[in-house]
């Protein structure tokens, strides 16, 4: 059936929270009252790039984006636009104007993200459409698993997940080791606070992930594939099973993929809540049924693996690139990035930025474009003052190093890492001591136990971490810190352990002065930690609106309708909620 | 898990199987007991159709697959998505992701608290809410983002909490 027009409707997660299903109920309604069914197609798609003001739609063959929609406004736009022609010019997007700064599309480069968004992810057939499942085809029918890796060494891909393993290295590995029975694992585990790439890429263009396992199991020799992905996800879970199964139908799964003498399946498993389970030995474990306990490498799963067997892990990212890097070729990727860090990266970016979301730039871009050109700058145009990169075992990266270019090594050599692609960013009025006892709370809570310098270390620093924001920091305090970090890096089995320091390691080394303020002066200049500041009210600028009193948790909160409130600094749990509910900007912290 | 031994011993007594819980346990055992690495397949499986593994499930399912009961517990307590009681109707997870608490999370758990009147990982007398605290729901740039069942409430404010309990029955 040839369609007039096609109406995408965002179904990501926070065009979902703001309505979206009702908006495309209505959508359909008013498709159907207006007998344009057979006219108009209604696809559901993944984000469409501006969620924050979601619901958000877009009109084809014109491209008109409507955004902040009702069900009122989804009835009123198919009358006007679609029968009458009328574009509705009120409810279109339109650039936030208070923003000089270059659209970011400008500055990223789509290649993991190209069809997240413009393609429905529950239909083959889309993703077939933009060249998917050639780069199978063309490694089944003209490459030989050799040639295959080799590309992939041309284009110069490493690892999406963390530590930035060349993935050809990885694959040969896998390939030569002997065994009849191989596997390849896609790590789906994506836990890192703060980071969600892989999750819109399962959920947005899961056939991109499909496709490259597929071209990785015939390049190693696996004929059995498995996806790891976390219970958290269960969009992702549901899509990907989806996948799955439409590509079976098509033959693109199963026996005898395209004729050729290679057969492979895809089967889902899921995580069930363990952070640890991101870390590939314990991810087997895992689906091998077991606790997802870490275990002594070697022998690496390239050679030893799933039930003993040689086994290729790669995160969705590496992945998703495959498919590209063969049906592009591996120089068009390698043209990309920088010397050692080549091609894109996605990165979540989320906390203290005027443009919270995702994002995809070439390897090498600075922090401060990714923060300002891209990310629209801080908040409320409040000082930078940290970048956290690489997760809970990555680093807090300071102001000093705004022009250093995000790859693999630069990121390394001050102290964070690349992680899965998490990028938080703080502002002046983030307390990077709180911030460290934040991610060493994180950590304590998802090791798994087995290494004792990670599992009672990491509860050790916890608790000083605690102390000294809850305002009885003692001298040597620090020194302590520093001398458990390095027994738990040099004494655990497996990433987390190994990387659990890092936070408190990288804030001491450049936001020291802030640990000695809560320690020896008791005060935390950032007014964050509860033991060591004050609500107040600002008598002359109190309306007496009572909201601060409503909402006081603790009732520390006296005044009548009309007159100044007082907090009882002795009731107060400094929780701020009282500052956060305020009209009028009087309550403030001393 | 968070259950103290007391509940747990408690829950052994009063959480047999229903007929309806037990045909879904054995739909899911009779697809995948045979599979590789059945035992936290299983286990995944019962956890998203039924919702919890209680200790009667826990031992039928032991039985069925074949391995000791003391390593189904020791999977169970291992991954903190397992639960072994039902919950309230609706689940509250508030998300402490870097995001959410940089924005304000922990303000809403003092706030959430309060409006129930429970604790963290309690649930209401009536049963109708549970609260929790999760990982990174992956909405970071609606931070702080609150999830009631499966609805994803994002830039949440303390002051609208009362207001969005109403709906969930």
Request: glycine share 10%.
């Amino acid at each position: 059936m040839v369609y007039r027009a096609h109406i995408l409707i965002s179904g990501d997660a926070a065009c979902i929270a703001k309505g979206a299903r009702d908006v495309e109920a209505a959508l359909w309604e008013a498709v159907q009252e207006l007998n344009l069914k057979d006219e108009v197609q209604i696809l559901e798609v993944s984000s469409l790039g501006h969620s924050d003001q979601g619901p958000e739609i877009v009109i084809y063959p014109d491209g008109t984006d409507y955004v902040n929609l009702t069900p009122e406004d989804a009835k009123f736009i198919i009358e006007e636009h679609l029968l009458k022609g009328r574009p509705v010019e009120r409810l279109t997007y339109r650039e936030p104007p208070s923003l000089p700064l270059p659209p970011p599309s400008e500055k990223e480069v789509r290649v993991v993200l190209e069809n997240v968004g413009k393609i429905d992810p529950e239909n083959i057939e889309d993703y077939i459409a933009m060249d998917g499942y050639m780069a199978l085809g063309k490694v089944l029918g003209e490459m030989t698993p050799e040639e295959v890796i080799e590309e992939l060494k041309i284009s110069g891909l490493r690892g999406r997940g963390g530590a930035g393993f060349p993935t050809w290295l990885k694959w040969t590995l896998a390939r030569n080791a002997p065994g009849d029975m191989k596997y390849v694992i896609c790590n789906g585990d994506e836990g890192d606070p703060g980071a969600f790439m892989n999750r819109s890429v399962l959920e947005g263009d899961p056939h991109s992930v499909i496709e490259g396992m597929a071209i990785a199991a015939y390049a190693i020799g696996a004929s059995q594939g498995y996806f790891y992905v976390r219970a958290e996800y269960p969009i992702a879970i549901q899509t990907l099973r989806a996948a799955i199964k439409q590509a079976r139908d098509y033959g693109l799964l199963g026996e005898h993929i395209f004729g050729a003498d290679f057969s492979f399946d895809l089967e889902v498993r899921m995580g069930a809540g363990a952070f640890v389970c991101g870390e590939e030995t314990a991810l087997m474990q895992s689906i091998e049924g077991a606790r997802g306990m870490p275990r002594t490498r070697p022998p690496y799963p390239a050679t030893a693996g799933l039930w003993g067997n040689p086994t290729n892990i790669n995160n969705v990212e590496t992945y998703a690139n495959v498919p590209k890097i063969i049906h592009k070729g591996g120089s068009w990727f390698a043209s990309m990035g920088t010397d050692k860090s080549k091609g894109t990266k996605t990165f979540a970016i989320a906390g203290k930025v005027e443009r919270t979301g995702l994002i995809e730039v070439p390897l090498g871009m600075t922090i401060r474009e990714i923060v300002y050109d891209v990310g629209g700058g801080v908040l409320g145009g409040k000082k930078f003052k940290a970048v956290q990169t690489g997760g809970p075992m990555g680093g807090c990266i300071p102001e000093q190093y705004l022009d250093l270019p995000v790859d693999y090594e630069h990121l390394k050599e001050v102290g964070s890492m690349m992680g899965s692609g998490g990028f938080v960013v703080m502002d002046e009025d983030t307390c990077m001591v709180d911030i460290a006892r934040f991610f060493m709370e994180f950590t304590q809570d998802e090791s798994c136990g087995k290494c004792v310098p990670c599992r009672v270390g990491t509860r050790r620093m916890l608790e000083i971490l605690n102390r000294i924001c809850a305002g009885e920091g003692r001298p040597g305090d620090i020194e302590t810190l520093e001398e458990l970090a390095v027994y738990i890096r040099d004494g655990s089995l497996c990433g987390l352990g190994q990387g659990a320091p890092n936070p408190v390691l990288s804030t001491l080394q450049y936001f020291r002065d802030e640990y000695e303020a809560h320690i020896y002066d008791k005060t935390c200049p950032a007014k964050v930690c509860k033991g060591l500041i004050e609500y107040k009210i600002n008598p002359e600028a109190c309306i007496g609106c009572t909201r601060c009193a409503r909402n006081c948790p603790v009732n520390a909160i006296e005044g009548k309708p009309k007159q100044t409130h007082v907090i009882d600094a002795d009731i107060c749990i400094r929780c701020g909620v009282c500052k956060q509910v305020c009209p009028v900007d009087a309550v403030y912290v001393e | 898990m968070s259950l103290s031994p007391e509940v747990e011993t408690q829950a052994t007594d009063t959480l047999a199987m229903s007929p309806e819980e037990k045909a879904t346990i054995d739909t899911i055992l009779a697809e995948n007991a045979g599979k590789p690495g059945a035992t936290m397949l299983v286990l995944t499986l019962v956890q998203e159709n039924v919702g919890y593994i209680s200790p009667p499930m826990q031992a039928y399912i032991a039985e069925a697959l074949d391995v000791p009961l003391s390593h189904l517990y020791g999977v169970l307590t291992f991954y903190s998505f397992f639960r072994m009681a039902p919950i309230g109707r609706h689940k509250i997870s508030i998300c402490l992701g870097t995001a959410c608490y940089v924005r304000g999370g922990p303000m809403l758990i003092e706030k959430f608290q309060q409006v129930l009147g429970i604790g963290m990982d309690q649930t209401t007398e009536d049963g109708r809410f549970t609260l929790e605290v999760c990982r990174c729901v992956g909405a970071c740039s609606q931070a702080p983002v609150v999830m009631i069942d499966d609805d994803i409430l994002g830039r949440v404010n303390p002051s609208d909490v009362a207001k969005l309990l109403r709906k969930y029955k």
